[in-house]
């Protein structure tokens, strides 16, 4: 090798090292496709994008789908969803992992697989098991798959009180069933859970986190509105996304807590059921970037431009982890 050639390598580093410095951190989200956009990997990418991260994708199933509800699912083969992880991994450096539906457990265990052969950073587990509307998202034999494949790999899982029923086989309507359920759930091996609070039977919007080390509680007003859909999704995202900035866990849940919230409460009235969230709602406000420095203080990191972040954390799961 020729000392130009030696010279160009070294250059090609360096930049390489500057744009990973600056670049936002990537994220990829593993979940179904929602036509309407409200859901799934449509309101992933968006939640990215405003928390400041850059969204990449592994889909594991199409859906046609409205504000009304889930009207078909067709499931991509297994070694598809794999051939798209190994793509993204392949190539982008990526700093965590949200996954969402993952309907069968021929495609949950395909995916866990590659959790653990890229040794993927900080993993957040939306156990999509219902629509909003109803319809099955997740196949009954896929549950015990989720529990013992998936979940062993979570840095935290958000369930909302049906998955958290489903999962910890126990009923769930007060923050003290919810705490109960957490702990439950977090024997199956996740460093933490956070159960979702939009259906606990209490005033406020509560969500309760477990992990080994204890129980927190994140409060918000309850917002009444039919403009919901994707929520969920929304929140596990939002949460992958400064995990993969460099916030703790705490700081990550707080600032993504706050970031729904004010989704919801601008949320759009589109279609004829339950609209979507507003994603990008601080932009129509008369100040953006105090909203983006809002969220990033919350989070705990050094301000909004360009998704600034802190010194990454290696490893995967992290509260609890051993």
């Not at 794999?82 to 190539?91: E, G, S």
């Not at 979702?196 to 919007?205: I, P, V």
Request: glycine content about 10%.
């Amino acid at each position: 090798m020729s000392f130009e050639d030696t010279e160009d390598m070294d250059s090609r580093s360096a930049e390489r090292a500057r744009a990973q410095a600056t670049n936002p951190r990537v994220i990829l989200t593993i979940a179904g496709s929602d036509s309407c956009a409200g859901a799934g990997i449509q309101a992933d990418l968006k939640t990215i994008a405003a928390c400041g991260g850059y969204g990449a994708t592994a889909i594991t199933a199409v859906t046609a789908q409205n504000t009304r509800g889930v009207h078909e699912v067709f499931e991509l083969p297994p070694e598809f969803v794999t051939a798209q992880v190994t793509a993204v991994f392949d190539d982008l450096d990526v700093a965590a992992v949200k996954t969402g539906m993952l309907a069968s457990a021929d495609i949950a265990r395909a995916v866990a697989r590659e959790l653990r052969r890229h040794r993927a950073g900080p993993v957040v587990v939306d156990p999509v098991m219902i629509a909003k509307g109803g319809h099955a998202l997740l196949h009954d034999d896929a549950v015990e798959c989720l529990r013992t494949e998936v979940l062993p790999l979570a840095t935290l899982i958000t369930p909302n009180r049906l998955e958290a029923e489903k999962l910890a086989g126990m009923p769930v309507r007060r923050i003290e069933d919810a705490e109960a359920a957490g702990r439950v759930i977090l024997s199956s091996g996740c460093a933490a859970v956070l159960v979702k609070g939009g259906h606990l039977e209490t005033q406020s919007a509560v969500d309760v986190l477990v992990t080994a080390d204890g129980v927190e509680v994140f409060e918000a007003n309850r917002i009444t509105t039919p403009h919901t859909h994707g929520t969920g999704c929304t929140l596990s995202a939002a949460i992958a996304t400064y995990l993969g900035r460099g916030a703790d866990l705490s700081a990550a849940i707080r600032a993504a807590k706050l970031y729904v919230t004010e989704a919801i409460r601008n949320g759009l009235a589109l279609g004829k059921g339950h609209g979507p969230t507003d994603h990008f709602f601080y932009l129509r406000g008369p100040d953006p970037m105090a909203w983006m420095d809002k969220l990033a203080t919350a989070a705990g990191l050094p301000g909004a431009a360009r998704g600034a972040t802190q010194p990454r954390k290696t490893g995967g799961k992290q509260a609890g982890s051993t």
